[in-house]
């Protein structure tokens, strides 16, 4: 039985939230619609964050109400503080994450807060997900270069990491933010957030602005983890990352598991088709 690992749908979220062309929600409904058809466990659909910082995603409330919610599928949305997460809860989200920064650069550029006030901040968030029953998964970014800071010291990982587990996140994903990583540097991150959470808590997300993300993956899987964020069509890019490229392709993660005898149980039919509707959103063409 070749050996499962899952692979986090991205697209939607990370994929289209740096997109120039404001988007109509009917397209980014239907961009999930045929995800949720493709075998997904998890599906990152939009944000509820500031629309002044990114108007991309101002239409989450529209996003949310417009998909058909397949049994099965978590929909998954982000949320930075409060505000967002009464959003989201009113948005029936299956599950939200908090997102914080390995260094103080990039946190003051994507959430305007160091990173004891961003940690601050998401404590009463994961506290009222718990009394709601709602999962809080963690995002740890910068993980191994900083556009801002430089190279980050695999310590201040494993410190924000533990830091997200003691809230309450089940599960805490390391963010190659701008896909500077290499085996080596993810190895030697990875090591020292092992000290603190093991490998079943954890997952890889990583950007392929250098072409490197699926030898990151490899160098994640030696380590022992399991689950992978990717994107349809290697869509996407954060806002507050100069430079930051897409997602590795979801695509392309499937058949390099594959091709190691992993399994992720999707269906690369209905994968490769939303890619391409992914890629003509990006062009502004009609889907
Ligand atoms: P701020 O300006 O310090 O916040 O931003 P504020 O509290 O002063 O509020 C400013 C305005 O935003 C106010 O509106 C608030 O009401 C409103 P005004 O009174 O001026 O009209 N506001 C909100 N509106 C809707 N939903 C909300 C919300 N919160 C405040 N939740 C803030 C602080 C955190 C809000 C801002 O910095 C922000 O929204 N940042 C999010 C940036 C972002 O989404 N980045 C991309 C996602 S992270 C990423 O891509 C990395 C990842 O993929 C992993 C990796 O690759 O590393 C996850
Ligand atoms: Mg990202």
Redo the contacts with the bound molecule.
């Keep these: 039985m070749p050996e499962p690992v899952e692979i986090f749908e991205m697209g939607p979220r ?1 994929g289209l ?1 740096n997109e120039k062309r404001l988007i109509p929600a009917a397209e980014k409904i239907a961009l999930v619609d045929l995800l949720s058809q493709a075998g997904f466990r998890r599906i990152e659909v939009t ?8 108007p991309q ?1 101002g239409d989450a409330a529209e996003v949310m109400a417009g998909i058909s919610r397949v049994p099965g599928v978590s929909y998954a949305v ?4 409060m ?2 997460y009464e ?1 989201a809860r009113a948005a029936r989200a299956s599950e939200v994450a908090i ?1 914080a920064s390995a260094s103080e650069g990039f946190s003051k550029a ?4 160091t990173i004891a006030e961003s940690l601050e901040r998401f404590a009463p968030v994961v506290a009222a997900a718990a009394r709601d029953g709602i999962p809080v998964r963690g ?1 740890v ?2 993980v191994t270069d900083c556009p801002y800071d430089g190279p980050t010291p695999p310590a201040n990982v494993a410190r924000v990491a533990a830091a997200l587990r003691d809230l309450g996140c089940y599960e805490i ?1 390391l ?1 190659d ?1 701008i896909g500077q990583g290499t085996p080596e540097s993810v190895d030697k991150m990875l090591a020292a957030v092992l000290d603190e959470l093991p490998p079943a808590q954890l997952a890889g ?1 990583f ?1 392929d602005t250098a072409g490197r993300a699926l030898d990151n993956i490899d160098a994640s899987l030696a380590r022992g983890l399991r689950v992978f964020d990717a994107a349809v069509g290697g869509l996407g890019g ?3 990352a100069p430079g930051a490229k897409g997602n590795v392709a979801t695509e392309k993660v499937a058949a390099h598991l594959a091709a190691a005898g992993l399994q992720t149980g999707l269906d690369m039919t209905v994968i490769n088709r939303a890619a391409q509707m992914a890629q003509s959103m990006r062009e502004g063409a009609d889907v």
């Design positions: 990370d939230q944000s509820f964050v500031s629309p002044k910082w990114v995603m982000l949320t930075p503080n505000k967002g959003a997102f994507n959430l305007n807060a995002y970014s910068v994903s963010g933010t997300h950007h954060c806002p507050y």
